[in-house]
């Protein structure tokens, strides 16, 4: 249960750099939970209705409605000797805040039974309804893991690339290559161009005209340079 190697790919990369900065900002943390079976889900799901203790979740084993029986949830608890659970000094808050900036879901932003020493992948909505949709049982969602899922330093330069690429769409220089895409205010301009044999494009029906230059032309025109 507390093998972080069970753990979707993803959210162990997201754990090991949650670990990471909270270390950084001096708070340590340990790992509890990770992958539950449906035994143990269903074991819990007694705690508090047929067993004794308050109630824990309200998760049912063969339901498969915890996030832990995916893969895609680990809890953690206080490492630093003050006790697993003491939060006098909303030390579960300012967990959960540093796993929000990574990406993850906490939850304590449950809408039910806050769950402050949890944390899940955001991927697939809050409960596994989409999970259990889609992949009718964690079995078969294990299966298409494999090795293709992105760490997050590769997901990082993907999304980056992603970016850049659009940016450079957006910048890149528009070409008009028919008359008719001209815009009104170009279009005698051009025409007039053209007919006097001044500007002609790569063929007689490519313009072959960049915006820039058409944007020259036209002022030109107003100027009085071509009349
Ligand atoms: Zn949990």
Known sequence: MRDINTLHPKLQDLLYALKAECEKQGLKIGISECLRTKEEQDRLYAKGRTEKGSIVTNAKGSSYSSMHQ???????????????????????????????????????????????PHFQLADWGVTPAKLKAEYKT???????????????????????????????????????????????????????LLDRGIYSGVSDSDLDLPETLMRVLVINDRAGLYK
Not at 70 to 79: I, M
Not at 150 to 166: G, Y
Not at 182 to 190: F, G, H, K, S
């Open 70 to 116: 995916w893969g895609v949830a680990f809890d953690f608890y206080r490492n630093d000797g003050s006790g697993a659970y003491e939060n006098g000094d909303k030390f579960f808050e300012k967990i959960g805040k540093i796993g929000k900036s990574l990406g993850l879901f906490w939850g304590g932003d449950f809408k039910s039974i806050k769950d402050l």
């Open 138 to 192: 964690p079995e078969n969602f294990f299966k298409t893991w494999e090795n293709n899922a992105m760490t997050v330093e590769e997901q990082r330069k993907f999304n980056a690339l992603v970016k850049q690429v659009e940016e450079l769409t957006l910048a890149k220089e528009r070409i008009y290559h028919y008359t008719k895409e001209l815009p009104d205010w170009a279009r005698p301009t051009v025409q007039k």
